[in-house]
Structure formats: C-alpha cells, structure tokens
C-alpha cells in the first residue's frame, strides 16, 4: 500500500479491511445472453489477477432469452451464482436483490452489456481497500444520448434537488463499489419503490466519486425506453422530494392572491363606471386555466398516493425462483 492510499486512511479515520477480503459482483441482466458469458470470465480473470477472492452474481431479472441457461453453464466452472427472479422487475429492483444476495465484504455493481468498462474494478477496489465505503463512476459528459434525454435527465435532477440538503450528484452512476456497511444499510430499506441512486446518497458513508465514461453496448438493445425513464423519474421524485406538492400549494397561493385582486379591481370598476355585460374571455381562460391546475395538482397529489398504497400494500420487493450457487448447489 503506497503512502497516499496510507494517507487517505488515516484521514478518514476508517476501520481495517479485511486481509483476503471476498468481492461480490453484483450484475443485473435482462436479456443480456450476447453479452453475459464474455463478462462473467472477464471479470473472473481481472479479478483473479488482482488476487481477490471472488462471486460472481448475477440477478436474472425475468430475461426472456436463454440468459439464466448460459449463467448456469458457467455455475460448473467459475464462481458464479444465479439468482433468478420470478419475473422482470427492472433494474432497481435487480440490483437490490444482488444486494441482499451477496455474501462478500464488498461488492461491486456493474451492468450486463460492458457499458461499465470491467476494467476499472480494480482501479475501484484499490480506492475502496484505501477506506472509503463507496466509489461511484461518473461520466463525464452525455455524449452519444439524445437531446431529449439529457434535456430530461437535466430536469429531473433539478427537481429531485429542489429544496433538498442531500443533494444527489448529476451523471453518476450505478457501476460502483460499496462496503459491506453500506450493503447492510441499503438491506435495512424497506421500500417498494427504489430509487438506487438515491438511496446511496442517502444512507452516507465515505465516498469517492471516480471519473469513467461509459462504453459502448456490447450485444442486444437497452431497455430503457422513454415510458421505463419517466418511470424512474417520477419514482425518484416522489421518493426524495416533497417540491412538486409545495410548488403546486405556492401556486395555488399566488392564484388565490391574484383572484382576490381581481375581485377588488372589478369591484372598484363596478362602483365607480357600472357594469356593462362583457368579461366572457376573461371568464373562460379563468375556468379552464384553473380546471387544469387543479387536474394537475389532484395528478402529483395521486402519484405520491398510489406510491403510499404500493408501501402500505407489504408485498415482497421481489419474488426468487432459484437461486444456483457456484459448481451447482441449488437453493429454492
Ligand atoms: N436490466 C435489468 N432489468 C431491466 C432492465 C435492465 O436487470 O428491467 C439490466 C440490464 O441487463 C443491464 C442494466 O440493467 O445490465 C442496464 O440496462 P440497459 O443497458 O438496458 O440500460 P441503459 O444502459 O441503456 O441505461
Ligand atoms: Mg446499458
């Protein structure tokens, strides 16, 4: 360990790391059979190299290819473990279940297709056995995503900040490496609706944001269509913000103040000049500008209730169908 890394530790007054410590990949796939076996020994021999004992996780999140099949051929010959969902979840909830499934001192979050490039684990590992309890990637520009996304992406981080003292960082990402005090934290989190990212901003801890652009998608297609996006958005949203119900109170105060003037204004005219018949249009932007801020309200108003109905409700976060230990131990 160099005198830096010594430093950093030191600084941070963090406790020691394990001598031989056990890293758990965590990878999430959906349809990801062009990409999920070139990963798996990948990651193996980088591991290997660096001398870290080592799982290999990976959350069949309900893929409708033979992904969960080409995952269990490997299970015979390399470390692997298959923990297969009952059906397709997404991605949040993927990743929560690699997190309550890993076994290590330490694991590493990485997606399916190579857009993480593996070759920065151990880069992210070193950071990690220096004392901090999370390194996270960060990309350091959108290129290659649409105007429309970044534009979306944008806003959403400004809303999901608005007001907040816990801000969570813009263009991170999920390819990270958490300690197990971090995994245990993010395991005591009971909520349906997940938001990862959020999440670790929450819970704390050390952290260390590295620099790492994303690669290209190896095989197969994103999932992530514009609906599974805004999904996400207005499940971030809800779960750390409490803005857009106060944006709509203030609105709903500045409408009423200006109404209230209004009345006074056409009072005053009435008195003073009579009151010839006119103020249709006056009338009909009035009736349908308020119709649809009300329509609006009642909308964010039923997006954080029917999240609430979701938490009380107490269903599983996800359901298992197998879960196959490396060289093929089987548990249901
Ligand atoms: N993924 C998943 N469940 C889903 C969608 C995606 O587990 O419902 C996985 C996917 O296999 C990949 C990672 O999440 O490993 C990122 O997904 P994708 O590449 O589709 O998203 P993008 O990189 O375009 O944001
Ligand atoms: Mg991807």
Redesign the pocket.
Known sequence: MNATIMQERRAMGHGKRPESPLVSCI??????AGNIVALLHTLHELLDGSGYRHELLV?D??SRDDTAQRVLTECRSLPVTLVQLSR????EI?LTAGIDHAQGDVAVLI???F?HPPEMVPTFLEKWRAGYDMVYSVRPDRIGESLGKRLFTRAFYVLVNLGSPQKIPANTQ?FRVLDRCVLDALRQMPERNRFMKGLYNWVGFSQLAVECATAE?RAG????NFR?LLNLGLTGVTAFSNMPLRIWTLIGCCISLCSILYALWELLRTLLFGNPLSGWPTLTVAITFLGGVQLLSVGILGEYIGRIFDEVKQRPTYLVRQVVRPYGETTP
Do not use: L, W, Y
């Not at 397709?88 to 991605?91: D, L, R, S, T, V």
């Not at 297609?221 to 992530?224: A, I, V, Y």
């Open positions: 990878i999430p796939a959906f349809n990801e959350v999140d309900g397709n979840f997404g991605k993927a997606d399916g297709d857009q999920d998608r297609t994103s999932s992530f599974r």
